[in-house]
């Protein structure tokens, strides 16, 4: 059974395409590793699945249905969300408000999923009145991650959730990753860290020039030596 699939996509922010003709697909329950190197398309791949850019070719379906070229507040209602690298989250405003704000389009009472999201985090739920902007950057990722599950989201894409972040706090965002994928949801993430993203991934896609070049399971893309060499620095 195919939760997400991708056929034949090209986009890109101008004329000249970025991904050219790429095929990806999510099973339900799947931790999905997108990889490569710098400006392969990567984040452009995601960005298209949740909208924010229109494919000039291809297809995308979510549980059979096509969504390709849906506005990304469509998407979020179909049971996508996303995280971005950057800009992820409101520093001026609390944990707490952060947290309601990602609820925007819940008309029920959502109170119970914040306490299961302080569960998740307990960090988080220990300063839920602190001001995100005072956080350090591991905890405003949780913040970050917390708002987009707050949609009870079946698929969960994340751009470079380690990006930036000292070893320790990296290896504590991946740990939350896999709880986050233990209650069922799918996770999509494109990660600089390719070795701890496949060694968590039940499968990889290794994306060059906007194209694909290798997929397979994650810890064999982890074991081949061809991969290591050309993607994964030796």
């Keep these: 059974m195919k939760h997400l699939e991708i056929v034949g996509l090209t986009a ?3 004329e000249v395409p970025i991904l050219k003709q790429v095929n990806l697909t ?29 494919p000039s070719q291809g297809r995308i379906s979510f549980k059979g249905e096509d969504i390709t070229g849906l506005r990304p507040e469509k998407i979020v209602r179909k049971g996508i969300s996303y995280v971005p690298q950057v800009d992820n989250v409101f ?19 959502y109170r119970h999923k914040i306490e299961e999201i302080y569960e998740l985090f307990p960090v988080l739920g220990e300063r839920r009145k602190h001001k995100v902007g005072q956080l350090s950057g591991g905890q405003r990722q ?10 009870d989201p079946e698929i969960l894409m994340l ?10 706090l990296v290896a504590s965002i991946f740990e939350k990753i896999r ?26 896609y290794i994306l060059a020039m906007g194209k694909n070049m290798l997929d397979d399971k994650g810890q064999t893309l982890l074991e081949s030596e061809e991969v290591g060499r050309l993607y994964l620095g030796g």
């Design 142 to 151: 949780m913040v970050a991650m917390g708002r987009a599950l707050m949609l």
């Design 12 to 14: 890109g922010y101008t």
């Design 91 to 109: 520093p001026s405003m609390s944990i707490q408000e952060n947290l309601e704000m990602g609820a925007f389009i819940r008309t029920d009472d």
């Design 179 to 204: 709880d986050i994928n233990a209650k069922g949801i799918s996770i999509v993430i494109v990660e600089q860290n390719a070795r701890e993203a496949l060694k968590m991934a039940h499968y990889g």
């Design 26 to 54: 999510v099973k339900p329950g799947e931790i999905v590793a997108i990889l490569g190197p710098n400006g392969a398309g990567k984040s452009t791949l995601i960005k298209t699945v949740f909208g924010l850019l229109t």
């Design 159 to 168: 751009d470079e959730p380690s990006a930036g972040l000292a070893p320790l």
